[in-house]
């Protein structure tokens, strides 16, 4: 029973372009949501996160929205820069459970110069 | 990534031997969390540990598997009689507080069992 969906396991943009990750969740009880990003033989690196009281969070180029009827999260990157190439994870954590996190499968994304 | 140290990057096992995996959390840290992540799949929560507890361990497999956070030194997640699908890559995570902060990730140990 996967909590947490990635639906698309990959994506490619063109550089300079804006980037859309989306991740859709079930349990109704998550209130915590974090994007991470993740290269080739290395740890997941912490990009942003979300509060359920908000609906928007924004650092640099780096945009998360929260859609709580719809249990639909997403991350916007513009512009998109070949670095941002990477696989991209959605978690999410209820009430107390802190950093016990439930994780998405992923989306690779792919930014072509 | 590089305040959370695991060792070794790399563990190659026989099936039936054991495997030590070791997280160095970052300093002033006292929650751990491991993590295993299978191959084209996401990261699974495995267990939770503050210094010399075991807070939560509902994603670790009943059997062969087992974790501690000593008073000194690292967190060991130790694995008995490992089988071929252990292989994987396990990360350990640490956090100042329970509460909703950033978790940091470790560069993760690779697991082969041969």
């Known amino acids: 029973d996967q909590q947490v969906k990635q639906n698309s396991p990959s994506l490619s943009v063109q550089e300079g372009r804006i980037s859309i990750l989306n991740c859709d969740y079930t349990?109704?009880?998550?209130?915590?949501f974090l994007w991470y990003k993740k290269y080739p033989a290395e740890g997941p690196t912490f990009l942003i996160s979300i509060s359920s009281i908000k609906d928007k969070n924004e650092d640099g180029r780096f945009t998360v929205f929260l859609n709580k009827s719809a249990k639909h999260l997403s991350l916007h990157i513009v512009p998109s820069q070949p670095g941002d190439s990477a696989v991209y994870f959605c978690a999410a954590s209820a009430g107390r459970a802190g950093n016990m996190l439930t994780f998405g499968g992923g989306t690779r994304l792919m930014v072509k110069p | 990534n590089a305040g959370v140290m695991q060792n070794p990057r790399h563990l190659v096992r026989r099936r039936g031997q054991e495997a030590r995996l070791r997280c160095s959390p970052m300093k002033g840290h006292s929650h751990v969390y491991w993590y295993r992540q299978l191959p084209e799949e996401g990261l699974k929560f495995m267990v939770y540990?503050?210094?010399?507890?075991?807070?939560?361990e509902s994603g670790m497999p009943k059997e062969r598997f087992s974790a501690e956070f000593p008073k000194e030194g690292p967190s060991i997640l130790r694995i008995q009689q490992v089988v071929r699908g252990d292989s994987a890559a396990y990360f350990c995570a640490s956090s100042l507080t329970l509460g909703n902060t950033e978790a940091f990730f470790g560069q993760g140990t690779r697991l082969t069992v041969v």
């Open positions: 540990l503050q210094k010399e507890n075991i807070i939560d």
């Open positions: 349990n109704s009880m998550f209130d915590y």
